[in-house]
């Protein structure tokens, strides 16, 4: 099965940015689809992006016009860019992939997860 694990998470002041990576490995066809999630403390697990195998992303409308979400050119690591970071962006930060899905932000359409890495945004 395919393995992923994240990095990039930190610390930063409101208005800051974070580029967040997660390294693919394993049985890759398992991460055809791919997305971002996190949680914050005493919350649900909500998805953040996706990018399904053509590329076509989609994003919680939160972070719309200030999240990107991307794959290098071997579709072995997935990135999140996170621009403009507020308060409310505080969260651990995870990737999922499965080889498809229907719904790219429910959490149940991912079997595959990585362990996390947190990012805390003060204002």
């Known amino acids: 099965q395919v393995q992923l694990v994240e990095s990039g998470g930190g610390s930063v002041q409101a208005g800051g940015s974070l580029r967040l990576s997660c390294a693919v490995s394993g049985y890759t066809t398992d991460a055809a689809f791919m997305a971002w999630f996190r949680q914050a403390p005493g919350k649900e697990r909500e998805g953040v992006a996706s990018?399904?195998?053509?590329?076509?992303?989609s994003y919680k409308d939160s972070v719309k016009g200030r999240f990107t979400i991307s794959t290098d050119s071997a579709k072995l690591t997935l990135f999140l860019q996170m621009n403009d970071l507020k308060p409310e962006d505080t969260a651990m930060y995870y990737c999922?992939?499965?080889?498809?899905?229907?719904?790219?932000?429910?959490?149940?359409?991912?079997?595959?997860w990585g362990q996390g890495t947190q990012v805390t945004v003060s204002s």
């Open positions: 999922a992939s499965d080889r498809w899905v229907h719904d790219p932000l429910i959490i149940s359409e991912y079997r595959f």
């Open positions: 990018i399904d195998r053509d590329g076509r992303a």
